[in-house]
């Protein structure tokens, strides 16, 4: 995401590092390439121009020109206008009464749906109840997507097939969640143009009987500057209470999360990075700003981290290695714990200043490489798992066969595991050493 904006800014920021003296000459040209790049992006131009006037005065102050790294200020200055305009902070749901409601609006083909169930799994990580409500009437499709969804991520959705009215759906679906305990419920309402009157009075009416506690406006973020039109007009006639940004890992550019919150006045509140359920992700300004200037951002790595591998299993992997115990049932169980944190091309970017260093990997090949290795090593016995020295010509071969690779892709894996495992054993036979020689470093300090 924001791939192009990020390049362009890096490169001026490359400039700025080198600057020895700031002038308000030079401040001007580097941040004449900044609007460049903002406009670019398809960020709005009202709200391109009132950032870069901002800069530009806090950059040419006097506390900035006698600074010993002027350049390094001016980026410092940047950022922290980046992270305001995004929005400064993290802004949560506001989930009240019980049940609560929300609603899920926007354009057609904006990605409501699939953001009505991976809010739902995020919710219920958060130790919610959702009820998944189906409200679009005029997309039947969008009942039996909906419910699919709900099977994926074992959570109930409400449906009246063949009702067409959507008051009478959500009185029903109140009811229901009030009887089977369920506490939140999202209702996902049927795409419109921002134009078509009635069926934007049609969100009014279900608005005000259900009154939800949140109205959240989910917007493609390939439409660019036309996002910020359809905010104002849908904020207008429902007073939303904040957005989702979907497709983000297909649009390079992003203006629509730079212009938001600075347009509308209200907060974006998560982002969709791809099609699994789980590229879903609550927004946080600073976090994004970090990623957009190539700072990275590894307290999101961190949580993924944390989700995807406990805190028992860490240690207990760790005191396999320290020992040497290290075995290819524990090598899948790493490569499949890391394949749960998400794409590696994900990952690496989330990585502080290893943006330009990446470009042209081609990460899909790794990934697939991954799975390679996975396919190898699901092949084999528990047996040859445990104790890979067994693994003779004839093995071989049928691991190779099984797994729908060469044997010399299967030896080059056995080879580098066998690398890894005698590494690790150095590492455990030095930690002992070290764990002796620390009774006696005390004695030898005094």
Do not use: W
């Amino acid at each position: 995401m924001f791939d192009s904006l990020s390049g362009k800014l890096q490169n001026v920021f490359r400039n700025l590092r080198g600057l020895g003296k700031i002038s308000e000459s030079n401040v001007s040209d580097s941040l004449r390439e900044v609007r460049m790049a903002l406009l670019d992006a398809d960020v709005n131009f009202k709200v391109a121009r009132d950032f870069i006037e901002t800069v530009k005065t806090k950059a040419i102050g006097e506390h900035v020109v006698q600074s010993i790294q002027p350049g390094q200020q001016i980026i410092k200055i940047i950022h922290d206008e980046l992270v305001a305009l995004l929005g400064a902070t993290h802004a949560g749901l506001t989930l009240s009464g019980n049940p609560a409601c929300l609603m899920m609006v926007g354009l057609h083909g904006s990605g409501k749906t699939t953001s009505s169930g991976k809010l739902a799994r995020l919710l219920l990580k958060q130790g919610r109840t959702p009820l998944l409500v189906a409200a679009d009437v005029y997309r039947p499709a969008a009942m039996d997507q909906l419910e699919t969804l709900g099977k994926q991520l074992e959570i109930p959705v409400f449906t009246l097939k063949g009702e067409t009215d959507v008051l009478k759906i959500a009185r029903q679906a109140l009811d229901t969640a009030r009887a089977t305990n369920r506490n939140t419920l999202l209702f996902d309402t049927a795409g419109r143009l921002q134009i078509d009157e009635p069926l934007v009075q049609e969100l009014v009416r279900l608005r005000d009987l259900i009154k939800p506690q949140e109205i959240l406006l989910v917007l493609d973020a390939a439409t660019g500057q036309e996002a910020v039109n359809v905010a104002t007009h849908f904020d207008k006639a429902l007073n939303i209470t904040g957005a989702i940004l979907t497709k983000l890992d297909g649009d390079a550019r992003g203006g629509s999360a730079l212009s938001f919150k600075s347009v509308t006045g209200k907060p974006i509140k998560f982002i969709g990075t791809g099609e699994k359920l789980d590229d879903f992700e609550p927004f946080h300004p600073e976090r994004m700003a970090s990623r957009i200037l190539g700072m990275g951002d590894v307290v999101s790595l961190v949580e993924r981290a944390t989700e995807a591998i406990s805190m028992d299993d860490a240690q207990r992997m760790e005191e396999k290695m320290r020992k040497g115990e290290f075995t290819l049932d524990d090598f899948l169980e790493q490569l499949r714990q890391m394949k749960n944190m998400g794409s590696l091309e994900k990952l690496v970017g989330m990585l502080p200043g290893v943006g330009d260093q990446m470009k042209g990997i081609d990460f899909n090949k790794s990934e697939r490489e991954f799975r390679r290795m996975e396919g190898m090593i699901c092949a084999m016995t528990r047996g040859e798992r445990a104790k890979p020295a067994i693994l003779n010509a004839k093995r071989r071969i049928r691991i190779a066969k099984g797994s729908g690779v060469t044997v010399a892709e299967l030896n080059n894996l056995l080879n580098r595991f066998n690398q890894m495992q005698q590494m690790m054993k150095k590492m455990g036979k030095f930690s002992k050493m070290m764990a002796k020689m620390g009774g006696a470093m005390p004695g030898m300090m005094r």
